[in-house]
């Protein structure tokens, strides 16, 4: 008998974290340029009330008109990264998970089901948040650069050391507080991710709680909801283009269906 970690002589551990990734490479590909502009959303009028209005198709044209096409992908190679980690953990990790609580109790409720995907997830989260930190700080140096300013970083590797160096090794987790919650924590989190170090006193936000008040009194309650609409938007095309190429190259590795 097989062992339960091969499936017709493949490796499926091996295999299911290498297409796990492969799939969520061509997901965050297809998608990136929608989470690009959610990002700039989320940044734009920073704690100044008297910034004027836009809206997702304007900042996209912006980026376009100033940066080219390919400034819609700034950032893109972090973000790849991270779900390197990410999604395997999330993904492979909770069907193991399943297995192993399925083994030893028999068939899982959805009760168990869910509490299984929320111990993966956040693993999944805690992981890679240093890379979407990474990611954040090199979305909002396009807006920098849209503004004729010098970015901060030249890459994801100069980003990550600039960060270690300036704002120590838990510096890779700032706003992970924030991940944990929805729409109005991701601006928070998006925030304070960008927030780089500066001496103690002239920074903007003290703290997640800090930069949700100062967003809230100065920008007014919407602003919690900036970048909800390319948010919604790039859920549905990233899952779809995810399971598709994951259920075609699980097929191709000759694995059975998730």
């Given amino acids: 008998m097989k062992s339960g970690h091969q499936q017709g002589g493949v490796d499926t551990t091996h295999t299911k974290i290498l297409i796990t990734s492969l799939s969520a490479m061509v997901a965050e590909s297809t998608t990136f340029p929608i989470d690009l502009i959610k990002t700039r959303l989320q940044l734009h ?4 009330s008297s910034s004027r209005s836009t809206g997702a198709f304007r900042i996209g044209l912006d980026i376009i008109h100033k940066q080219g096409p390919l400034g819609l992908y700034k950032g893109l190679s972090p973000a790849i990264f991270r779900h390197l980690f990410y999604t395997p953990i999330r993904i492979v990790g909770y069907e193991h998970m399943r297995s192993v609580a399925s083994a030893n109790n028999g068939s899982l409720s959805i009760i168990g089901k869910a509490f299984v995907g929320g111990i993966s997830g956040s693993m999944a989260q805690v992981i890679a948040s240093p890379a979407d930190l990474i990611k954040v700080r090199m979305q909002a140096d396009s807006q920098m ?6 970015p901060r970083y030249s890459g994801p590797f100069d980003a990550l050391n600039k960060i270690v160096q300036a704002e120590g090794f838990q510096g890779l987790w700032k706003g992970l ?5 929805s729409c109005p924590a991701d601006v928070v989190k998006t925030r304070m ?8 006193g002239n920074v903007l936000y003290s703290s997640s709680y800090d930069c949700l008040v100062k967003t809230v009194k100065v920008e007014g309650l919407r602003a919690l909801w900036k970048g909800f609409f390319p948010t919604w938007a790039r859920l549905g ?3 779809f283009v995810f399971w598709v190429s994951y259920e075609k190259f699980r097929k191709f590795a000759g694995l059975s269906s998730f």
Avoid: D, F, R
């Fill in 193 to 200: 991710m960008n927030q780089a170090a500066k001496k103690e």
């Fill in 237 to 239: 095309p990233w899952q």
């Fill in 177 to 181: 507080a924030a991940t944990s919650l």
């Fill in 45 to 48: 009028g920073e704690s100044i």
């Fill in 145 to 150: 650069m849209s503004q004729g300013l010098q």
